[in-house]
């Protein structure tokens, strides 16, 4: 029969090693759990990975085909909460694994929980067996299952990740849907112009030429437009400004200095630097909360979450925060001198910290400034309607009175 080497956490929380016969991995996880332990890693004893030859010295590990892809974040949130759900039944993680990999579509995911569980029915734990798949699992991820494994309660951490990324899901959906509307009403008010300075206006330039009129200065600007557009390629360069804005903006944000300008520089915009703001405080309280009430370690936890934040701003803002606790001072003082959290904010954070509740404040804060967040974006399509309604009149306005100004010219020399 063979010998499974195990390392488990008994109900006090201490580490625990030990050899335990069985048939199966998942006869020897039963056998560990009916001894009142919490099994974090467990491989057979002298055994080595099915199908796999040693891999020479210095040479990188293969990733398995088809597991390199991008996963949806909502298909990874169904699978963790299909997983929690599992893990709550009572049954052992690499059962749970091939369930889901076989109720899985074909595609990626389902490739990843097959070389998923292939990694924990060689003896790996979960969290490193997932840390081994980043585009899937990033290091929040597998952080909050290794915390899982390591104080037995994983069915509880994966159901609370799956809230906390169902929430960040839920938010970014409200401002991608709140910008709906405003950038397809902008799109078709710059076909509609673009078709009328290149079919439209050349043809009354012609006209104007014929009669041999002075023309007045709006209407000297509108053919110019329109020449410039119809006939020295402008409509090129306006249809490739935006890939060039995009392109420069990404090239500027390959480095630190440069993320670091752009974020300040978004977060100063009216309004839409209020979103910005208040929803890197939410993800970053919403982020941090879960990992400390998960049990990850306050450094440890700080680190991820700078990883994690999508802000260069608030990343360093953490990385400082995380630097001054490693010195032995408090987690307020040094974001209350970061300055880009609100005051209350950093207040309920102190508070939290005196309390010994810091996870709760934070995740208390971060559904408040979600709410904030909400409302922040019904403000900005409200202020948006009126705003294109202004834009799209003026803009027509200009274009009808330049054109109307020389036939007005035209009646009065017909009449004399």
């Known amino acids: 029969m063979p010998t499974y080497q195990f390392e488990a956490m008994n109900a006090q929380g201490q580490e625990v090693k030990d050899e335990i016969e069985a048939l199966s991995s998942e006869e020897a996880i039963s056998k560990i759990r009916n001894m009142g332990y919490f099994p974090t890693k467990i491989r057979e004893k002298g055994g080595r990975r099915p199908g796999k030859t040693a891999a020479k010295p210095g040479a990188k590990p293969r990733r398995p085909r088809g597991t390199g892809g ?20 009572g049954l052992p993680i690499l059962r749970s694994l091939r369930i889901l990999e076989q109720q899985q579509k074909p595609g990626t995911l389902k490739m990843v929980c097959r070389a998923v569980a292939d990694e924990v029915e060689a003896g790996a734990s979960l969290s490193e067996a997932m840390a081994k798949f980043p585009r899937s699992f990033d290091p929040l991820y597998t952080s909050m299952v290794a915390a899982g494994e390591a104080g037995g309660v994983l069915d509880l951490i994966l159901n609370r990740l799956a809230d906390f990324m169902e929430k960040a899901a839920r938010l970014k959906a409200k401002i991608i849907h709140a910008m709906i509307y405003p950038l397809a009403v902008l799109t078709i008010a710059f076909g509609i112009v673009m078709g009328i300075m290149y079919f439209v206006v050349p043809k009354f330039e012609k006209i104007f030429g014929d009669f041999g009129i002075k023309l007045p200065g709006p209407t000297r600007l509108l053919l110019g437009m329109g020449n410039w557009i ?17 392109l420069t903006l990404r090239l500027i944000r390959i480095s630190q200095t440069g993320r670091f300008v752009l974020d300040k520089f978004s977060m100063m915009v009216p309004v839409m630097g209020q979103i910005i703001s208040k929803t890197s405080i939410a993800r970053f309280s919403r982020t941090l909360g879960t990992l400390i009430a998960a049990g990850v370690p306050i450094l440890d936890a700080l680190k991820i979450t700078s990883e994690t934040t999508g802000n260069e701003v608030f990343r360093r803002a953490v990385t400082g925060v995380h630097d001054s606790i490693r010195k032995g001072e408090s987690f307020a003082d040094p974001l209350r001198k970061a300055r880009v959290c609100d005051a209350m904010v950093v207040n309920m954070i ?29 403000s900005l399509v409200s202020l ?29 020399s017909l009449q004399q």
């Open 70 to 89: 991008k996963v949806k974040v909502k298909q990874i949130t169904q699978f963790t909460r299909q997983l929690s759900t599992l893990q709550d039944a």
């Open 230 to 246: 119809s006939k020295q390629y402008g409509w090129a360069i306006v249809l490739a400004s935006p890939v060039a804005i995009i």
């Open 350 to 378: 102190d508070v939290g910290e005196e309390t010994g509740d810091l996870d709760k404040m934070l995740v208390r804060i971060a559904d408040n400034y979600d709410e904030e967040v909400d409302r922040l974006v019904a």
């Open 384 to 412: 948006l309607e009126p705003l294109l309604v202004i834009m799209l009149g003026v803009i027509c306005g200009f274009i009808v009175v330049s054109l109307f100004l020389p036939m007005v010219t035209m009646m009065q």
